[in-house]
């Protein structure tokens, strides 16, 4: 079946930092690629996404690529701010919407002053 | 904020009880999705309907059932409640079955 892996963390940056949060997949056929983010006490947001191997989905300064020869869509971005403080994940759906997102089981992100 | 809404915010009830979770997706939207988030099961799929049918099951309890309406709404009934399905709900809409799911704010279910 489709599953979804990523760092759960929590991971702790400095400001200003490069984030990398790995996420990795397994599935049949060729699913498109999520990331979510949840911030304290609200429900999930729609970061970026890639349909397509080697689509690079970004937003907000976020950056993620479809690899398809590594089954793997990390997310990065080059220098992160408090704000960016949240829960973010990673998710898939099969090509074709017969049924919902697989997630992962999420990376908590903590940025300090 | 991504035009879905979800009603109640928070819910408290008692085992054995019955409750029902509302949805309205956003305007244009036909599929419904329904989520369950606990800290132990992560973020899982429960059904989907679109356009009133429903179209895909995922991990949902036999005493979960859902439903959309004609006016594309959609109800969670939850039955015969244990302490084990507290957990955050959230819905998500999205305009065909293969379109970006926008996820509402949840509803927080306590059950006691």
């Known amino acids: 079946g489709n599953s979804v892996t990523q760092m759960e963390g929590p991971v702790t940056l400095s400001e200003e930092a490069f984030l990398t949060i790995n996420c990795t997949y397994t599935?049949?056929?060729?699913?498109?690629l999520f990331w979510y983010v949840q911030y304290p006490g609200e429900g999930l947001q729609l970061l970026l996404k890639?349909?397509?191997?080697?689509d690079k989905g970004s937003n907000k300064g976020f950056e993620a690529t479809y690899r398809k020869e590594t089954t793997s869509f990390h997310l990065e971005k080059g220098s992160v701010q408090v704000s960016d403080s949240a829960v973010y994940f990673c998710?898939?759906?099969?090509?074709?919407?017969?049924?919902?997102?697989?997630f992962g089981k999420g990376t908590h992100l903590i940025i300090q002053p | 904020d991504s035009g879905v809404t979800q009603t109640p915010k928070h819910l408290i009830t008692a085992t054995g009880q019955r409750v029902t979770l509302r949805c309205s997706p956003r305007?244009?939207?036909?599929?419904v999705y329904w989520y369950q988030q606990s800290l132990d099961q992560g973020l899982q799929f429960l059904i989907q309907?679109?356009?009133?049918?429903?179209?895909a099951k995922g991990n949902i309890l036999e005493r979960f059932s859902a439903q959309q309406f004609p006016d594309l709404h959609s109800e969670l009934n939850l039955s015969s409640l244990e302490l084990g399905d507290s957990a955050l709900y959230f819905c998500?809409?999205?305009?065909?079955?293969?379109?970006?799911?926008?996820f509402g704010p949840g509803t927080r279910l306590t059950v006691l």
């Open positions: 998500a809409s999205s305009v065909g079955v293969i379109d970006t799911q926008y």
């Open positions: 309907y679109y356009n009133g049918e429903e179209r």
């Open positions: 305007s244009g939207d036909l599929s």
């Open positions: 998710a898939l759906s099969r090509g074709g919407g017969a049924d919902g997102l697989t």
């Open positions: 599935a049949t056929g060729y699913p498109s």
């Open positions: 890639a349909t397509k191997a080697d």
